[in-house]
């Protein structure tokens, strides 16, 4: 496992399994907020990097989905640090088992059911501050997908909502995303914000990706309607 500071507040924790895959420690005043759970053997190495980093308990986990290279290390985290759960409402019926996600063929019951709650939302049907971070409601990948922006860093979290290939944005991987073209439609929140960095999970990071969005979407957009 490699770590990365990624900003003031924000670190990556890296690891591979065929492909690499990305985790987010951020840093508060009241403590650590992980944003995703990656696979089951990152636990023990994300759970002694927030204890070397000093900067106060493990206050809770949240998820930008909950496909299962995203909550793997959730039980194993749980076990030292029994910290609450979130991840969207629309979400946690499918990472539960209790809908199937599209496109696939069996339930899949990636966290325990009755473990995550909704995160909370406001009453402009958005979605409320939680450890620093703004969520932000964007399907296509998974029905209840969801980025993080922390405002002060400017720092975009984003899941699976798109990967990276030499720095650039890529698609989704499309094997494992629902509604490519709800996916598409879900980028232009970094329009929207306009961050100065986005993470990914699958991929290396992106700076100013606004200034590459019009390329993505062309890109992208004639992709599908060749397949």
């Not at 987010?24 to 204890?51: C, N, Q, S």
Request: include cysteine; charge should be neutral; aromatic fraction near 6%.
């Amino acid at each position: 496992m490699k770590v990365e500071q990624v900003s003031e507040h924000i670190w990556s924790i890296r690891s591979w399994l065929m492909i690499p895959f990305r985790v987010w420690v951020v840093v508060e005043a009241d403590g650590v907020t992980l944003v995703d759970a990656g696979m089951p053997f990152m636990a023990k190495g994300i759970l002694r990097f927030i204890e070397e980093l000093g900067a106060g308990p493990l206050k809770r986990i949240v998820l930008t989905h909950g496909h299962s290279d995203h909550v793997g290390a959730i039980q194993k985290i749980r076990e030292k640090n029994p910290v609450p759960l979130f991840a969207h409402r629309i979400e946690i019926p499918y990472m539960v088992g209790e809908q199937l996600y599209p496109r696939r063929k069996k339930l899949e019951k990636n966290v325990q059911a009755g473990l995550a709650q909704p995160l909370a939302e406001t009453e402009e049907d958005g979605l409320a501050v939680i450890g620093g971070l703004r969520p932000y409601l964007t399907p296509g990948h998974s029905p209840g997908h969801v980025v993080y922006y922390h405002e002060q860093d400017q720092v975009l979290l984003a899941g699976d909502l798109f990967t990276s290939k030499k720095e650039k944005l890529h698609r989704p991987m499309p094997m494992f995303t629902a509604d490519m073209a709800e996916a598409l439609r879900s980028s232009q929140i970094v329009r929207e914000l306009r961050p100065v960095h986005l993470e990914v999970c699958h991929g290396k990071p992106v700076k100013n990706p606004a200034e590459q969005l019009d390329a993505y979407l062309t890109d992208t957009s004639a992709a599908l309607s060749s397949s």
